[in-house]
């Protein structure tokens, strides 16, 4: 790695003007291109001590071996620039855009001295006007078919063409007015042109002018009592006005717009944009975006903004004479741009976009109305992409199989770690502490598999701090695979009560019990409720890998409830939050996978999903605590017998003033519970005089009558399951 001060240009060197600058490394490769209103001040930031930079930045300055710039006139030209650079030198520390090249659009060759409409996909062509993208190929095949009775183009291929010409004889369609046959010379080139070119002019969104048009030929024909004409006239009339229904107004004032979403994470970002153009949406349009480059969402915006307009930029200056030169600009760059974030240079990319349309262009954050509605509409389109993107990469074998191989070489493990399982700890300011473990096998989330603990402490009052609680929370864990380990399951490991392996089945009720009273609760949301009461294989598989959401404290914490368990055939790593970076025990700099990576990319899917986990549960906790009743500690009142308390009296307050003998009248309850409710609501309250016992006192060793369910009993749940501190 070079040492960024052997190519650092002397302080009098950079100019102070806008510019756009470009490092390169040793082999001469353009690997990162930026612009700059102040050259100076920006590449300064990158020659300060190289520790304070961002580690994505560290890499990419360590690994150029020099840099040059190129000073612009004004912050507008920059933009240009660093834009043609980009796409020049594909560098490969900015931005990557994968851009969906399935999505076809409905293009128009008008290059060709026959214009042709047709269905493309792939790489925009010079001399060529698109449309769309459309989200399928049939719906365009569906109102190209409509339109063709109003535009009759060749829609036809070159050697389709040229056998008709040939043989003088056109396709099927220019026997049924569908094609104006220019094959065989029944339209003149000019012709065919100027009726591609309102084609166009329709598809752009200028319907109404042809719309006027053919209702007034119609009118002229039905006063000439020319009726078969007039009826066709008014059937291409339909046949527009269907083509133009099949977009529903989304924007009442008829708008042109394009409207932007992005949803990501610190690897990646999924953006969608929504071309609206007269009020209805015209097309759409994805990406998946590898944040290779340390960017903010306002910088992707600015960067996302020249990926889609730079092409129109481009292609006016390309073809000035084509259709697709100032006027296809002017189609692709609409009055309105919509986005979810001002870009840091919003006057100079107003400017610029304002160049490219040859008008006035706002780039502004929807604050209300149907614009915001449709931008939440077009957010949730990038949640959706991005969550098909991440399940299609993680579904695929081979994928998975080389992000195993990834972390592997990483930690430098003697095998591939098919079973992972991750742990976070969530709480609100030390209250209601819990923490989550999940698992996944060969790649692939096994939700069967995932626990919640909650973290007690020494003194039943939650861990000290984050690290205390992962300590507790992996001694747990692997106290019970120690136990599950021993052929025998007896095992002296000072196990806590939510550790006791079931036996009978009544004892299998009751370590449930009092686990649930001790903070560990084995069934979370996600595992089936009919799971066998035997818990000895609920940790009998060991990890290959243990990841800990955090840094080095936490993964410290965890490497030492490890060894104090004497644990040295599991790996640990933990991996931190914004940074991505990956901690092993022992060492002081943390294992840099690159952002493309999918060992990386596993890593996270598993850290985020403990996270989700763990937050879960933590809301259910503390949902519950704020809703905590007076009731919930009597002792033998259950939810059941709870709520039938409370739809008897109707409040709380009610329930307060009831005498011993009112409550134990409720069908279910017993007078020694009734006991026990008025002493828990601080009541005093005696049986009448002369009132008769509701019923004997159990006695000692009485059995439980048959049918009557246990929950009846007046015992307190869970005596005989108490856990060691």
Known sequence: MADPATYRPAPGEIPTSPGVYRFRDDHGRVIYV???????????????????????????????????????GTEVEALALEYS?????????????????????????????????????????????????????????????????VF?????SAGVFKRAHQTGRPCLLGYIDKCSAPCVGRITPEDHRALAEDFCDFMAGDTQRFVRRLERKMNEAAAAMEYEAAARLRDDIVALQRATEKNAVVLGDGTDADVFALVGDELEAAVQVFHVRGGRIRG?????????????????????????????????AADPGTGQGRAGARDVVPREVLVPVLPPDTEQVTTWLSGLRGARVDV??????????????????????????????????TTRSQALREIQEALDLDTAPLRIECYDVSHNQGTYQV??????????????????????????????????????????????????????????????????AAGSDASGRRAERAAEAAGYVPRSGEVDADAPVDRRARFAYPPNLV?????????????????????????????AKRLEEVWVPGDDYPVILQRSSEGLYLLQRVRDEAHRFAIAQHRRQRSKGMTASALDDVPG????????????????????????????????????TARAVVAALGGAAEPSPGAAPTGPAPTEGATRPEGVPEVARDTPVGDGATARA
Request: aromatic share 8%.
């Open 435 to 500: 923490a989550s473990m999940v698992v996944f096998e060969d790649g692939l989330a096994r939700k069967s598999e995932y626990r919640h603990f909650t973290v007690r402490g020494p003194d039943g009052d939650g861990a000290a701090d984050d690290t205390a609680a992962m300590y507790e929370v992996i001694t747990r864990r692997f106290k019970r695979y120690l136990s599950d380990r021993s052929r025998s399951g007896e095992v002296e490991l000072d196990l806590e009560a939510d550790d006791v």
């Open 284 to 316: 759409q349009r994805g990406w998946i975006v590898e944040k290779v480059e340390d960017v903010t969402d306002a910088e992707l915006v600015e960067h996302l903004l020249q990926q889609v307009y730079g092409a129109a930029e481009e292609a006016a």
């Open 34 to 72: 930026g612009k700059a209103k102040n050259l100076r001040a920006r590449l300064s930031n990158y020659f300060q001590d190289v520790a304070n930079l961002h580690h994505r930045t560290q890499t990419m300055v360590t690994t150029a071996a020099s840099v040059e710039w190129t000073v612009v």
């Open 637 to 672: 009142l259950g939810p059941a017998r709870r709520t039938a308390l409370l739809k008897h009296f109707g409040s709380l307050k009610r329930l307060r003033a009831a005498s011993v003998e009112e409550i134990a009248s409720v069908r279910g309850m017993g007078e020694r």
């Open 152 to 156: 009759p183009v060749r829609t036809c």
């Open 364 to 397: 502004r954050v929807p604050q209300r109305g149907d614009k915001k509605e449709l931008a939440a509409t077009v957010r949730a389109n990038a949640e959706h992409a991005l969550a098909l993107h991440r399940t299609r990469r993680a579904g695929d074998l």
């Open 85 to 149: 650079w980009i796409k020049e030198f594909d560098p490969r520390f900015n931005v990557k855009y994968r851009d969906d090249k399935s999505y076809p659009y409905l293009a128009v060759t008008m290059g060709e001295e026959f214009p042709r409409a047709q269905v493309m996909r792939g790489a925009k062509r010079p001399g060529t006007r698109y449309f769309g993208p459309y989200g399928h190929a049939w719906a365009i095949r569906e109102t190209l078919d409509l339109l063709l009775r």
């Open 547 to 575: 990841v800990v959401d955090g840094g080095p404290p936490q993964v410290a914490a965890a490497a030492r409830a490890l060894a104090d368990l004497g644990i040295d055939d599991v790996a640990l790593c933990g991996l």
